[in-house]
């Protein structure tokens, strides 16, 4: 029996005990204290060796720009830029120091953001190697402004997005109005200030939604081929940046993006050009290269309704709350055999609850899930994107710790 979740990295072993990344996950977090992020780089390195592939089957020029919103943890970061050839796309000024702190140079630096504030455009554009891409007409002007004849890019709004499931609070862009980038409409208001202050537009940007699996594929083609009709016409663009979004499968019915695909999606849309293909992808390479550790310290049923509760909320795992998005435990320790505990028998509804004190802290609601003890550890799947990169302390309850597992494996990269 094999779970849906599991691979050669994260699986429970003949004792019935968590593995992940060649390491018992009981044995970690009872040494660290929980809540407790894990990160397997291999898992990472894996990851965007994937991507890279894919990439290079278009015969395209390509760059991977890992999005560091996704998870700034310094020693990944600094895994990303000794073992691989990825830079970093950032939004914030903060965010650059940070990235450059890590080892990356300003020519590894994509910077895409919104509601830019002066402040910003002062320390940013100290840096001409680094790759400002605008979102608005005022950014164009006011970098003009500060550093007239400098190249930048132009980050576009097709009106039009996809994410995971088809969900709504993951997309970018749509039919109703977002702050992101330049719709078509004024297009040619923004080529006019770049004319003005003498900016050579070299990079085209758009980033549409987040999490698309195989079935959004078909969406994220036609959301390329409008942009590709806006992006023809400034003939000095030398680079296509097409956002991230890659997703990975969140539950037992997902299924997992075919890259041969997403990079036959590209070939068929951008294959005629010479345009350079670059992508910042964040959940694709580190979503499902971390997990969550917590402790089950209440387990009762009330009103009918089985509750396990532990000792980390919404605080240190957003997504659940924010976007609505499973965020599906396991126990780090079986009782028996898998097969026995995750036979159907076995299994009843369980709504997993938070430490903080808000209604809205539900992790997981009616999980169909094995008996537990209070004390039980449990490991949340796909914790290593858009989590700890989100903590709050809100209710002071923010306190975690982070680990990068390294093996021989990744050593070797």
Same mark, same amino acid.
């Given at each position: 029996m094999s779970l849906w979740w599991e691979r050669n990295d994260l699986a429970y072993s003949r004792e019935n005990e968590l593995i992940f990344s060649g390491r018992n996950v009981r044995t970690l977090a009872e040494?660290?204290?929980?809540? !407790?992020f894990l990160y397997s780089a291999e898992r990472i390195l894996k990851n965007i060796e994937r991507v890279q592939l894919a990439l290079d089957k278009t015969g395209l020029g390509n760059r991977i720009f890992y999005a560091l919103k996704a998870n700034r943890f310094a020693p990944l970061l600094t895994l990303m830029k000794s073992f691989t050839a990825c830079?970093?796309?950032?939004?914030?000024?903060?965010?650059?120091?940070?990235?450059?702190?890590?080892? +990356?140079?300003?020519?590894?630096?994509?910077?895409?953001? /919104?509601? #830019?504030?002066?402040t910003d455009l002062d320390f940013l554009t100290r840096f001409p190697d680094l790759h400002l891409n605008t979102d608005s007409l005022s950014m164009i002007r006011r970098i003009g402004e500060r550093d007239p004849g400098r190249s930048i890019g132009i980050r576009i709004n097709p009106a039009m997005g996809t994410g995971y499931g088809s969900n709504e609070l993951l997309r970018y862009s749509g039919e109703k109005p977002t702050k992101f980038g330049i719709y078509a409409s004024e297009l040619d208001q @923004?080529? *006019?200030? @770049?004319?003005? +202050?003498?900016?050579?537009?070299?990079?085209?940007?758009?980033? /549409?939604?987040?999490?698309?699996?195989n079935d959004q594929l078909p969406a994220w083609e036609r959301i390329m081929r409008t942009c590709r009709s806006m992006i023809d016409k400034i003939t000095t663009v030398d680079a296509v940046n097409l956002?991230? $979004?890659? $997703?990975?499968?969140?539950?037992s019915e997902d299924t997992r993006l075919d890259l041969s695909q997403w990079a036959a999606a590209i070939m068929r849309v951008f294959g005629s050009s010479s345009y350079e293909i670059n992508v910042e992808p964040g959940t694709y390479l580190v979503k499902d290269a971390g997990i969550l550790v917590l402790e089950a310290n209440t387990v009762e049923t009330k009103a009918g309704k089985r509750f396990i509760g532990v000792n980390g909320g919404f605080n240190l795992t957003m997504e659940p709350v924010h976007y609505k998005l499973p965020c599906e435990p396991v126990p780090c320790v079986l009782p028996d055999s898998k097969e026995k505990c995750f036979a159907d028998h076995s299994l009843t509804p369980a709504? +997993?609850?938070?430490?903080?004190?808000?209604?809205?802290? #539900?992790?997981? *609601?009616?999980?169909? +899930?094995?008996?537990?003890?209070?004390?039980?550890? !449990?490991?949340?799947?796909n914790a290593g994107a858009y989590t700890s990169s989100m903590s709050s302390n809100h209710c002071m309850r923010g306190e975690f710790s982070e680990y990068l597992l390294l093996n021989t494996k990744a050593d070797s990269h």
């Open positions: 040494r660290l204290s929980t809540p !407790l830079g970093v796309d950032v939004c914030s000024p903060a965010e650059v120091r940070h990235a450059l702190s890590c080892g +990356f140079l300003p020519s590894d630096i994509s910077y895409t953001a /919104t509601s #830019v504030s002066n @923004a080529l *006019e200030h @770049a004319r003005q +202050f003498d900016l050579r537009i070299n990079r085209i940007h758009f980033h /549409t939604g987040c999490g698309y699996l956002g991230g $979004g890659l $997703g990975v499968p969140l539950t709504t +997993f609850a938070g430490n903080i004190n808000e209604a809205l802290d #539900v992790l997981h *609601e009616d999980l169909l +899930f094995p008996e537990i003890e209070e004390g039980a550890l !449990l490991a949340f799947m």
